[in-house]
C-alpha cells in the first residue's frame, strides 16, 4: 500500500516538499541537509516550520535522524482548528504563513492560527504583503468568505514580539483560473510600519517612496503605521511594503525592512526608495501573480479540477521553478510553459517590461480529503 | 411495502398528474401564461405560485441534466456493455449473438472482452460477467451498459439482484433488461402473464419504465436475428449519464495481458515477481504517467510505463455514407483470438490463423454450444421439464413449487432453492407479488388486453415465420417480421420507429433483409470466392489504417489536408509531419549521441550566457535565442535520422519477412497510389526504389524549412569546433531573412505550405523548449535517454553537469521564495522609465480597449443621442433604436430613462402635459401591480440566474479544455494532459506477483483503476452505513467483512457506532436494523461521496441474499475517537454527614487525580462529586453527597472508553488463485466461524446466566409504640387495649358427658330429624317429576310461536300451570 518516499538532498525548499507531501499523501524524504556546513542537520526555524505542520494536520510521522541531517516525513491529514504556533524567530512569521496558506483551504476544519514571532524582515514576505497579495490571489480561487489576516502586534527583528490571527475557510474543490491579462497599474498602496523608533520615520519612509512612485501615477497612499507600546515587539525597525493594484485586478508588491540593530544604520529615505523601486522592478516583470506567489498561484492552478488553468507571470522565479518541478514529482502534473506571444506590430515599442509567460495546466482533480460531508 | 415501492407510488403519481399537462411544454415564460389558460379552473391567480414553483423545479432539473454531462471526449472509448445473469440464462448465447450481428463473424469462443464497431461513431467492449459475486462487482464498476439477463421461464434469481444492488452501490450504469427462455411457455396467457410481472418488478428495482427486451425464441442456437438487430439499435443509440466516481478517476478495462518478463529471470526463479504489460482504452479521466493504479482483484502497483499505441478498432473516419460497410466493421479480442493484427509498442503481430470464413461455413449447418443442442433436442419445454425433475427428486413429497419452499420472514422477499438438473438456483419469491401481481393483471388487463394481445398474435406470427426459415434455410422470407416485442416504456432512446413512419420502415427493412440474404448466400455459396476478392481490399483498407493511426494524426487534419487536395503536395506534406513525428518518438542511435553532446554544450553556453548577462533583458533574449537554436536543431536531427533508421530496419530481424508476405498487396496498392511516405517505412522493407524516394522527399521537406537546412549543416560538421555562440548568433539575427530568400527559390506550390505548416509551428514553439527545458529539463532529458539505452546499451547517460552543480550549490540554500532583483535600474531615469510607461495606466493601451476606440464603438452601439450642451445630435442604426425603445418600455424601473427619453421626443413632439403623465404614470403602475400578482415575469427580467451563470461557464470552461492542446502532437499533450479517454494504450507495471500470470483467466475481467495521488494511503474512513433489508444476519461489529471502495475490494474490521446529539461516537455492538449507522473502517484513503457495499464473503454461494451492507463514505482521518460506556463502582469506607470516603473506584492517586470534579452517583440516586485522594488505601477518595450514603451503597461514575480501533486491511486478491477456485477466496474468518468450524463452544460466564429469583416472605416485627408516648398521643391515635375474647366459657371447652335419659332424647331427636330430611328430599323429586312432564305436555299442545313471548314459570305442587306474561 505505501508507496516508496520521494527523496531529496538538501535543505533548500524545506517548506515545499513538506507541503506537496501533505497535500498528495505522498512520504518525502529529505537527506543530507547541510552535511558539509559547520552546524549541520536541521535549523531551528525548520523544526519550528516541522512543528507547525504536526500541530496542522493529523496523523503525521516525523522522524529526524540524530544529526538532525535526515528527516523523513509520513503525512497525515490536515486538520485544522485553533492552532496557536510560536514561529521561530529566525525567520518572519511570513516563512510559516506561505507555508501555512498552501494547506489552510483543504483542512477538516476553517482555520484560526494565531502566529508569533518576527512580522517582517528582509528575506520572508512581510504580513503586510501577505495580507494584501496572497489573500488576493486566494480570493481567485474562490476563497473569500471568512479569509482574513489580521496583525495584532508588530515585531521587528531580532527579537520579534509580533503575532497575527489568520482565519481561513475551507474547501472541497477549487475553480479552474484563467488569468491572462495583467492590466494596467491604477493605483499604489502601502503600509509603512516603525517599532520601537521616532514615529517621524514613517513619514520619512512614505516621502521617499513618493519621489519615485510620483513619476509615474498620482494615485498613490501610503498608510502609515506607528505601533506603541506592547504592541511594538521587542525591537526596534522600521519598513514599508507597497502593492500595485492593475485594473484587472492584479496585484503586485515590493518591500524593504531596515537592517536589524547593531548592522549598518538605514536611512529611512534610501529605503522608502529602495522599495518603490524593488515595486518598479516587479511592475516591471509584471504578470498576472507577482513573483513572491507565483508558486502559491501554480500550486491552486494544479489542485484544480480537471480543468485547463492558465496564468500570466513574468519570469519564473528559482523558487517557482523548483516548485514546478516539485509538482511534476509529486502530483505527476507538468505545466505547459511558453513565453507569451508578441502583439503583433507592437514588439518594438512594446513598454511592458519583460516578456511574459504563459503557464497552463490542466488540474489533477484534487479535492479536499479532510472535509467531513453530513 | 418497500421503500422503493413508496418511491415509485409517489413517482407514479406524479406521472399520472403530469400526463394531462406535460410540464415540458411550458417551460418557456410565455407557456407559462399559456398553461395557466390552458388549465384556466385549476390555476387561479391563487395558485400561481405554486405552479411557479413547480415550474421552476422541473425547468432546473432538466437544466441540472444537460450540464452534467460536460466533458466528453471527442474521440469516446468504446462502450463497456456488460452481460450479466445467473448461469446458463444465454448470456454467452446474447454475446456471441450480438458479435455476429454488428460484425458478421462468428465467434466459436469467447474469453475476455470484446471491441467492435458498433456504427458510424460507436464502438463496443462487450464483456460477459461470471457469476462470481468479485466479477460481478468489478464488472458493476467498469460498465456503461447492462444487459441484465433474466431467464422468464424460471423467473428472478438472487444473481438478478445481487447484481442490482451491487450496481446501485457503485453508481448505477445504465440498466436494460433481457427476458430469455419465453418459448418455453405454455401458452399466451401465462406469457403475458409473467412477462407483465417481471416488467413491474423490474421496474421497481431500476426506475418505472426501464427498459425490458424479450428474446422470445431461438432458432439454431441462437436468439432470432430481428430481436438481436433491434436490441443493437437500442444499444448503439443510448445515451449515458455519467457516474460521479468514473468522471473522476482513470481506468482501464484491459483486454490483453503479456508478460515482459525476463525468460532467464523465470529460469531461475520460478516464482519471482512479474513485469507485466497491459492494454486497453483508457476511460475516465486521461491516465497519467507516474502515479499509480489498482489492479482489481490483485493489488495497488505503480505505473513503469505508459505507451500510447494505434487504434486496434479505430471508428470509420468517412462520414459521408449512410452506414458502415463490412470491412469498416472491425472486430478486436485479442484473448479471444480475434482481431487480426495486434499492435505493441514496437512490434505488430499479425495473426495466420485458419480462414474465418471456412469456420463460419462450417458452423452455419449446426448450433454451436451445447446448451443450445440440448434445447433442440428436447421434446418437452422447459417447465413440464422442471417440474418432472421436481417430481423426481422429492420423492413422496408435492413438487416443489413457491409454496412449499421454507418460508422465512425477510422483509418482503423469500428466496427458493431449486434443483434444476442438479443445478442450484436461487429462486426470488415476492410476498406480494402473486396477489398483487394478480391484482395488478386483472386491473390492467382490461387497459392493455387488446394491446398485448395483438402484441402477442404478432409475436406469434413471427414465430411461425422463424419456424418457416427454419424449413427452409436455403431460401428465407422476406416478410415483415414483428419489430419491436419488448415491453412498452417511456423512452430517452431515440427511437425512429413510429407508428407515422411505419410504412416507410417496413420498405426500409425489406431491403435491408434483402441485402443480407444476398449477404448471406454470398458466405454460403462461394464464401471463399468473396474474400479473395475482398481480400485485396481489405488489406489495403487494413494497411491504410495502420498507416494513419500510427502517424498519430487527428481527422481534422486529414480532412484539412483533403480539402486542399493537392496530390504532390499532399505526399509531401505528410512527409513533413512523418519527420516531426519521428522526432518525438524515434531517436536513432547515432544522431542522438551527437545530439546530446551538442545539447550539452547549448546548455552550458546557457548557463553562462545567463551568468554573463545580469540584467533581464538579456536573460531573455540570450533565451530566445538559444530556443530558437533547441527547436530547429531537433528537426534537422530527425531528417537526417530516417537514412539510417531504414538501414536498421532493413537488418533487423527476420521477423519481418514473415508480414512481407502479408504486406505484398499493400506494397503494389501503395507504389501505385504513390501513397505517404510513412507508409511505405513501414510496409516496403526491401524496395530499393522507395527507399530513394523517401529520401527525396525527405531531402526536400528539410530544405523546405529555413533553418533546417543550416542545420543539416551543422549536423555534417559536427567535430569541427566551430565557435558555436557566433554561428548561433548569426543564424540567430538571419534566419528569418534566410526563411524567406529560400522561400522564393522554392517551387511555387511549396508556398501555402511552408507558411501553414512551420510559420505557425516555429512561432509556437520557438520558446517553448527552452522554458520546458529549463524547468523540466533533467526530466525530458531522462526520457530520451532511458529510450536510447534500451536501443544501443553502449550510450551513457548525459546529465547537464552544469545545471547539476547550480543545482547542488542551491541544495543547502536559503529557503526563500523572493527573487532577488539583482541590479536595481534607476528608475529615475527617462529611458529606464520608458521600459514600463504602458504598465500604467497613463501608458499606451491594447487596440481593443483603447478608450477612443471603445467610445467610438460606444457610439454606434448605442446609437442617437442629443448632446444637451452643444444640442448636436448623434444618429444611430433606426432598427437597433426601436428595439432599444420597446425594451426600455418593457422595463418598470426605468422611470428615469423614461424620462430623458420623453425629453428627447420632446424635441420633435410637443411635451406632453402633466394631466397625461399622470395618466400614464398610473397605467403604469396597474400594470406592474398586475405583473406582481402574477408574480411570473419576475425572473426573466432579473436576468440569468445563478445556473445559468454558472451553466455558462462550465461551457467555457470545457471549451477550452477541449481547445487548449488539441493542435499538440500526442507525444507532448501526454504528457500535460495524461494519456486521454478513448487512447489505445499499454501499460507497464511491474513487480507484480506471479500468480496472476500462471493463474491467469481471461473471462475474469480485468480493471485496472487509476488513483489520485492521496488515494493510495491508508487511514480511517467513515461510512453511514446500512445493513441491506434482504440480508438475514445483523452484523456484529469486529467481525470482518468485504468492502468494496472505489476500485478496490478489500476485507477489513468495521466498529459500528452511532452519533450522540454532543457528536460523540457511541460504539455499537451490532447495526441497528432499518436504521443507518455509522461504521469506520481501517481502509484506503477515498473521496467523500463515493457508494460503498460488503459483503461478508465472496466465496461460492451461500444461501441467500449476500449483499451484506450498502453505504457512503462521509469521512476520513488517520485516527477516530470511538467510545463506548464504563460505569466505575466503589463502595462507602467511612461514612461522615455529607461527606464519605469511597473506595474500590480507583486504583491510584494518580487516577483520582484524573477524575477530581466527576459527577458520581448512588443506585439509590444520591448525587455527589469527587473531591480529592485520601492517604490510606490506595484510590480511595473523598467525595461529597447531597445526602449522607449507607454502608450499602453502591457508588458509581460513568465514564466513557475510548475504543481501540484494529487496522486490519486485507485486499481481496482472488486474481491470484487457480482458474478454478477464482470464486473462492477466503480472508479472515468471524468468530462465530472459526467456532463452527472448530466446535468450539460459546464461553458463559456463570455469573451472567439468569437465575430464578427466590425472595423470602418478609417478616416484620410489631410495632411497638412505648407506653410513655402512648399516653401522650392524641386519644384517637392512640393504641388499642386489646379485648379479650369473650364466650370462652367453661361450658364450651368442657366435656359433657349425657344422663341415660337424656340420651335417649338426644337420639330420638336425631332420628326424627332424619325422618323429617328423608321426607323433604322426596316430595322434592316428586315435584321436579311432575314439573317435567307438565313442561313435556305444554310444548306438545301449545303453538311455536307461543314460546316465544318473554314470559315466566312457576309450578305449584298440584301440577297446574301458571303462565305469566310479563308486560
Redesign the interface.
Known amino acids: 500500500m505505501a508507496t516508496k518516499p520521494l527523496t531529496y538532498e538538501g535543505s533548500n525548499y524545506f517548506r515545499q516538499r513538506l507541503i506537496l507531501a501533505t497535500l498528495s499523501g505522498r512520504s518525502v524524504k529529505i537527506n543530507r541537509i547541510r552535511s558539509k556546513d559547520h552546524d549541520p542537520g536541521l535549523r531551528e526555524f525548520e523544526a519550528s516550520f516541522i512543528r507547525l505542520l504536526d500541530k496542522v494536520t493529523n496523523g503525521s510521522r516525523i522522524e529526524v535522524n540524530e544529526a538532525g541531517t535526515g528527516v523523513l516525513y509520513q503525512p497525515g491529514l490536515p486538520l485544522g482548528g485553533n492552532i496557536d504556533h510560536d514561529c521561530n524567530i529566525q525567520r518572519g512569521i511570513g516563512y510559516y504563513l506561505e507555508g501555512l496558506i498552501c494547506l489552510a483551504p483543504f483542512c477538516k476544519k476553517p482555520i484560526k492560527a494565531i502566529l508569533r514571532g518576527v512580522t517582517s524582515n528582509q528575506i520572508d514576505p512581510s504580513v503586510d504583503v501577505i495580507k494584501a497579495v496572497s489573500i488576493q490571489v486566494l480570493k481567485k480561487f474562490g476563497i473569500d468568505e471568512g479569509l482574513e489576516l489580521t496583525v495584532t502586534k508588530r515585531g521587528s527583528p531580532p527579537l520579534g514580539g509580533g503575532e497575527v490571527i489568520f482565519k481561513c475557510p475551507i474547501r472541497r474543490n477549487l475553480r479552474p483560473l484563467q488569468l491572462l491579462k495583467a492590466g494596467k497599474v491604477k493605483r499604489i498602496r502601502g503600509v509603512a510600519f516603525s517599532t520601537r523608533v521616532s514615529p517621524a520615520f514613517v513619514n520619512r519612509m512614505v516621502e521617499g517612496a513618493r519621489s519615485v512612485l510620483n513619476n509615474f501615477l498620482t494615485d498613490i497612499y501610503i498608510h502609515t503605521d506607528h505601533m506603541k507600546g506592547p504592541k511594538s515587539g521587542k525591537s526596534p525597525g522600521f519598513g514599508v511594503s507597497l502593492v500595485a493594484e492593475t485594473t484587472e485586478g492584479t496585484f503586485l508588491s515590493a518591500e524593504a525592512m531596515s537592517n536589524p540593530v547593531g548592522k549598518e544604520i538605514t536611512v529611512p529615505e534610501d529605503l522608502g526608495k529602495r522599495a518603490a523601486k524593488l515595486l518598479m522592478e516587479e511592475i516591471y516583470r509584471g504578470g498576472c501573480v507577482d513573483s513572491r506567489h507565483q508558486g502559491l498561484a501554480l500550486l491552486f492552478m494544479a489542485l484544480g479540477q480537471n480543468d485547463v488553468s492558465k496564468l500570466q507571470t513574468g519570469p519564473l522565479s528559482p523558487y517557482t521553478i523548483q516548485f514546478l518541478r516539485h509538482m511534476k514529482d509529486f502530483l505527476q502534473i507538468m505545466f505547459k510553459i511558453e513565453a507569451q506571444q508578441e502583439q503583433d506590430g507592437d514588439s518594438e515599442d512594446s513598454r511592458t517590461g519583460h516578456d511574459k509567460i504563459l503557464l497552463t495546466c490542466v488540474g489533477v482533480g484534487f479535492s479536499n480529503l479532510s472535509k467531513t460531508i453530513t | 411495502m418497500d421503500l422503493y415501492d413508496i418511491a415509485f407510488d409517489h413517482g407514479h403519481k406524479f406521472y399520472a398528474a403530469a400526463g394531462a399537462v406535460r410540464l415540458e411544454d411550458f417551460t418557456d415564460s410565455n407557456n407559462v401564461l399559456a398553461l395557466i389558460q390552458y388549465k384556466p379552473n385549476t390555476f387561479n391567480k391563487e395558485s400561481t405560485l405554486k405552479v411557479k414553483s413547480v415550474l421552476n423545479c422541473c425547468i432546473s432539473r432538466r437544466k441540472n441534466i444537460i450540464s452534467s454531462g460536460r466533458?466528453a471526449p471527442l474521440e469516446p472509448p468504446p462502450i463497456v456493455v456488460a452481460v450479466v445473469g445467473p448461469p446458463k440464462v444465454g448470456k454467452t448465447t446474447l454475446v456471441k449473438c450480438l458479435v455476429k450481428n454488428f460484425t458478421q463473424q462468428n465467434l466459436t469462443a469467447i474469453n475476455g472482452p470484446v471491441t467492435l464497431v458498433s456504427g458510424k461513431k460507436r464502438r463496443l467492449t462487450v464483456i460477459e460477467c461470471n457469476n462470481d459475486m468479485s466479477s460481478m462487482i468489478d464488472v458493476a464498476k467498469v460498465a456503461d451498459l447492462v444487459l441484465l439477463m433474466v431467464d422468464a421461464s424460471f423467473g428472478f434469481e438472487m444473481e438478478t439482484f445481487e447484481f442490482l444492488n451491487i450496481a446501485q452501490a457503485h453508481g448505477f450504469p445504465k440498466i436494460m433488461g433481457v427476458l430469455t427462455h419465453l418459448d418455453g411457455m405454455r401458452n399466451n396467457k401465462a406469457l403475458n402473464k409473467t412477462k407483465k410481472r417481471l416488467k413491474h418488478r423490474f421496474w421497481k428495482e431500476v426506475y418505472q419504465g426501464a427498459k425490458l427486451f424479450y428474446l422470445s425464441g431461438m432458432m439454431h442456437g441462437e436468439y432470432l436475428r430481428r430481436e438481436i438487430h433491434n436490441l443493437g439499435r437500442f444499444i448503439s443509440v443510448m445515451k449515458f449519464r455519467p457516474l460521479i466516481w468514473r468522471t473522476?478517476h482513470s481506468y482501464i478495462l484491459a483486454d490483453r495481458m503479456e508478460d515482459l518478463t525476463n525468460p532467464e529471470l523465470i529460469r531461475q526463479k520460478e516464482k519471482c515477481d512479474r513485469h507485466i504489460s497491459l492494454y486497453g482504452y483508457v476511460r475516465g479521466?486521461?491516465l497519467?504517467?507516474?502515479?499509480?493504479i489498482h489492479l482489481a482483484g490483485c493489488g495497488?502497483f505503480?505505473i513503469k510505463d505508459i505507451t500510447h499505441l494505434p487504434d486496434p478498432c479505430p471508428l470509420p473516419d468517412k462520414e459521408k455514407k449512410r452506414s458502415l460497410d463490412t470491412r469498416e466493421r472491425l472486430i478486436y479480442a485479442p484473448m479471444s483470438g480475434v482481431g487480426g493484427i495486434v499492435y505493441d509498442k514496437d512490434v505488430v503481430y499479425v495473426e495466420l490463423g485458419p480462414n474465418k470464413s471456412m469456420e463460419q461455413t462450417e458452423e452455419e449447418g449446426k448450433p454451436s454450444n451445447e446448451l443450445v443442442n440440448n434445447l433442440i433436442g428436447t421434446q418437452h419445454t422447459l417447465d413440464t421439464k422442471m417440474a418432472t425433475s421436481q417430481m423426481t427428486l422429492f420423492d413422496g413429497a408435492a413438487p416443489v413449487t413457491s409454496g412449499e419452499v421454507e418460508e422465512t420472514e425477510r422483509g418482503q422477499y423469500t428466496e427458493e432453492t431449486v434443483l434444476v438438473n442438479g443445478r442450484k438456483r436461487r429462486r426470488v419469491k415476492f410476498d406480494d407479488e402473486d396477489g398483487q401481481s394478480e391484482e395488478a393483471s386483472s386491473s390492467e388487463e382490461d387497459d392493455d388486453e387488446g394491446f398485448e394481445d395483438e402484441r402477442d398474435s404478432r409475436l406469434l406470427t413471427a414465430k411461425k415465420r422463424e419456424q418457416n426459415v427454419a424449413a427452409s434455410s436455403s431460401k428465407k422470407n422476406k416478410m415483415d417480421f414483428a419489430d419491436f416485442q419488448f415491453a412498452d416504456s417511456d423512452d430517452d432512446l431515440e427511437i425512429d420507429i413510429l407508428p407515422k413512419r411505419k410504412t416507410e420502415m417496413k420498405k426500409d427493412r425489406k431491403e435491408r433483409i434483402k441485402d443480407d440474404n444476398e449477404d448471406s448466400s454470398g458466405e454460403d455459396s462461394s464464401e471463399e470466392e468473396a474474400t479473395h476478392s475482398r481480400s485485396r481490399k481489405i488489406e489495403g483498407d487494413e494497411a491504410r489504417k495502420f498507416r494513419k493511426s500510427s502517424d498519430g494524426k487527428k481527422i481534422e487534419e486529414d480532412q484539412r489536408r483533403r480539402g486542399q487536395r493537392d496530390d504532390d503536395g499532399d505526399d509531401d506534406d505528410d512527409c513533413e509531419d512523418d519527420n516531426d513525428d519521428d522526432g518525438e518518438r524515434e531517436i536513432d542511435d547515432s544522431i542522438s549521441l551527437d545530439k546530446r553532446k551538442k545539447g550539452e554544450r547549448r546548455e552550458k553556453q546557457m548557463i553562462q550566457r545567463q551568468n554573463i548577462r545580469t540584467t533581464?533583458?538579456g536573460?531573455?533574449e540570450g533565451?530566445?535565442g538559444s530556443s530558437d537554436d533547441e527547436s530547429s536543431d531537433d528537426e534537422s536531427d530527425d531528417s537526417s535520422t530516417d537514412d539510417s533508421k531504414i538501414e536498421n530496419e532493413r537488418n533487423s530481424p527476420a521477423k519481418k519477412k514473415g508480414s512481407d508476405g502479408v504486406n505484398l498487396h499493400e506494397n503494389e496498392e501503395i507504389s501505385k497510389r504513390k501513397s505517404k511516405g510513412k507508409a511505405m517505412k513501414t510496409s516496403s522493407k526491401e524496395g530499393s526504389k522507395e527507399e530513394k524516394l523517401i529520401e527525396e522527399e525527405e531531402f526536400e521537406s528539410a530544405s523546405s524549412e529555413g533553418d533546417q537546412d543550416e542545420e543539416m549543416e551543422e549536423v555534417e560538421g559536427e567535430n569541427r569546433e566551430e565557435d558555436e555562440e557566433e554561428a548561433e548568433d548569426d543564424k540567430f539575427s538571419s534566419s528569418d531573412q534566410d526563411e524567406s530568400e529560400e522561400e522564393e527559390g522554392k517551387l511555387k506550390w511549396k508556398e501555402n505550405l511552408v507558411e501553414k505548416a512551420s510559420a505557425a509551428f516555429i512561432?509556437?514553439q520557438?520558446?517553448?523548449p527552452n522554458?520546458?527545458k529549463?524547468?523540466?529539463g533533467e526530466?525530458v532529458e531522462n526520457d530520451s535517454d532511458g529510450e536510447t539505452e534500451v536501443l544501443g546499451g553502449f550510450l551513457t547517460l548525459s546529465k547537464p553537469s552544469e545545471d547539476e552543480e547550480k543545482l547542488?550549490r542551491?541544495?543547502?540554500?536559503?529557503?526563500?521564495?523572493?527573487?532577488p532583483?539583482k541590479h536595481?535600474?534607476d528608475?529615475?531615469l527617462n529611458e529606464v522609465?520608458?521600459?514600463?510607461?504602458?504598465?500604467?495606466?497613463?501608458?499606451?493601451?491594447?487596440a481593443d480597449e483603447d478608450a477612443e476606440t471603445l467610445l467610438e464603438k460606444d457610439d454606434e452601439l448605442y446609437g442617437d443621442f442629443e448632446d444637451l450642451e452643444t444640442g448636436e445630435v448623434h444618429k444611430g442604426d433606426p432598427e437597433k433604436q426601436t428595439d432599444e425603445r420597446s425594451s426600455e418600455e418593457e422595463d418598470e424601473d426605468g422611470d428615469e430613462e423614461e424620462k430623458t427619453e420623453g425629453e428627447v421626443g420632446g424635441e420633435a413632439k410637443p411635451a406632453l402635459s402633466v394631466q397625461d403623465e399622470d395618466k400614464q404614470e398610473r397605467e403604469r403602475r396597474m400594470e406592474k401591480k398586475r405583473k406582481a400578482k402574477m408574480g411570473l415575469l419576475e425572473d426573466e427580467e432579473e436576468g440569468p440566474s445563478f445556473f445559468d451563470e454558472w451553466k455558462e461557464e462550465m461551457d467555457q470552461?470545457?471549451k477550452?479544455?477541449r481547445a487548449?492542446?488539441q493542435d499538440m502532437d500526442d507525444s507532448v499533450r501526454t504528457?500535460?494532459?495524461?494519456f486521454r479517454p478513448g487512447m489505445y494504450v499499454r501499460v507497464e507495471v511491474a513487480d507484480v506477483p506471479f500468480e496472476f500470470v500462471t493463474n491467469f483467466d481471461p473471462t475474469c475481467p480485468m480493471v485496472l483503476g487509476g488513483l489520485?495521488?492521496?488515494?493510495?494511503?491508508?487511514?480511517f474512513v467513515q461510512i453511514r452505513l446500512k445493513k441491506h433489508r434482504w440480508y438475514p444476519k445483523i452484523l456484529k461489529t469486529r467481525d470482518p467483512l468485504i468492502f468494496s471502495v472505489g476500485w478496490r475490494r478489500f476485507q477489513t474490521i468495521p466498529l459500528y457506532c452511532i452519533q450522540d446529539h454532543n457528536g460523540r461516537n457511541r460504539l455499537l455492538k451490532y447495526t441497528p436494523e432499518h436504521l443507518h449507522c455509522i461504521a469506520t473502517i481501517w481502509g484506503?484513503?477515498t473521496?467523500?461521496?463515493t457508494g460503498i457495499l460488503a459483503v461478508q464473503s465472496i466465496s461460492g454461494r451461500e444461501p441467500g441474499f449476500r449483499i451484506a451492507a450498502t453505504g457512503v463514505i462521509?469521512?476520513?482521518?488517520?485516527?477516530i475517537n470511538i467510545v463506548k460506556k464504563l460505569k466505575l463502582t466503589g463502595v462507602p469506607l467511612k461514612i461522615h454527614k455529607n461527606t464519605a470516603f469511597i473506595q474500590g473506584m480507583f486504583n491510584s492517586a494518580l487516577e483520582v487525580a484524573k477524575f477530581e470534579g466527576a459527577l458520581i452517583r448512588t443506585v439509590s440516586g444520591i448525587r455527589g462529586q469527587i473531591k480529592k485522594a485520601s492517604k490510606a488505601p490506595p484510590g480511595a477518595f473523598r467525595a461529597s453527597f447531597e445526602d449522607k450514603l449507607l454502608r450499602s451503597d453502591i457508588v458509581f461514575l460513568r465514564t466513557w472508553y475510548q475504543v481501540q480501533l484494529p487496522k486490519f486491511?486485507n485486499p481481496v486478491t482472488n486474481m491470484l488463485l487457480p482458474k478454478e477456485q477464482k470464486g473462492t477466496w477466503k480472508g479472515m474468518r468471524t468468530v462465530g466461524q472459526l467456532r463452527r468450524d472448530n466446535n468450539i463452544p460459546l464461553p458463559v460466564n456463570q455469573d451472567s446466566l439468569y437465575k430464578a429469583i427466590q425472595r423470602k416472605p418478609r417478616r416484620f416485627n410489631r410495632l411497638v409504640i412505648p407506653r410513655k408516648l402512648a399516653q401522650e398521643l392524641p386519644f384517637k391515635y392512640r393504641p388499642q387495649q386489646r379485648q379479650r375474647k369473650e364466650g370462652l366459657t367453661i361450658a364450651g371447652t368442657r366435656a359433657v358427658i349425657r344422663e341415660p335419659h337424656e340420651r335417649k332424647i338426644a337420639a330420638l331427636m336425631q332420628e326424627l330429624g332424619a325422618l323429617y330430611k328423608d321426607k323433604k328430599r322426596r316430595d322434592r323429586e316428586d315435584r321436579e317429576k311432575k314439573s317435567t312432564e307438565n313442561k313435556k305436555r305444554i310444548v306438545k299442545c301449545c303453538p311455536h310461536s307461543f314460546f316465544n313471548l318473554p314470559i315466566s314459570w312457576s309450578f305449584r305442587a298440584s301440577g297446574n300451570l301458571i303462565i305469566k306474561f310479563r308486560a
Do not use: H
Not at chain 2, 540554500?813 to 523572493?818: A, I, R
Not at chain 2, 489520485?1012 to 487511514?1019: K, R, T
Open positions: 466533458q473522476s479521466t486521461p497519467k504517467l507516474g502515479g499509480s495497488d505503480e533581464d533583458d536573460e531573455s533565451e530566445e512561432r509556437q520557438q520558446n517553448t522554458l520546458r529549463l524547468v523540466y526530466v547542488s542551491g541544495k543547502d540554500g536559503q529557503d526563500t521564495s523572493g527573487f532583483v536595481i535600474r528608475w529615475d522609465r520608458e521600459l514600463i510607461a504602458d504598465c500604467f495606466m497613463t501608458g499606451k493601451w491594447e470552461q470545457s477550452l479544455n487548449e492542446f504528457q500535460y494532459e495524461g489520485l495521488s492521496s488515494e493510495s494511503s491508508i487511514g484506503p484513503i473521496p467523500q461521496g462521509l469521512d476520513l482521518d488517520k485516527s486491511y
